[in-house]
């Protein structure tokens, strides 16, 4: 079976340069990553909705001012963009 995946053989040497105290020490990070996980789960589950902010569907952007929408792009990159680079847009 070794023989079948590549690189098998390789894998089984290191892992025997591998301590017992070691995988210990992993084990013990994992299940309290597990823990840690499963508090922050148990928080979000009993959290009230004032702490969970909602998307805000109020807003329509069916009306959209795109000479507005421009002239904001140009001000807001104003000394951002130079001349080199949008001349590599161009191209």
Not at 6 to 33: G, M
Not at 44 to 69: V, Y
């Amino acid at each position: 079976m070794v023989n079948h995946i590549p690189r098998a053989a390789a894998y089984l040497a290191e892992s025997s340069n591998i301590s017992i105290e070691a995988v210990q020490e992993d084990q013990v990070e994992e299940i309290e990553s597990y823990h840690s996980a499963i508090d922050v789960d148990n928080i979000e589950a009993k959290c009230d909705a004032h702490f969970l902010s909602k998307p805000d569907t109020s807003h329509k952007w069916t009306n959209i001012n795109h000479s507005q929408l421009k002239s904001n792009l140009k001000k807001a990159s104003e000394g951002v963009i130079v001349t080199n680079t949008q001349s590599e847009y161009r191209r």
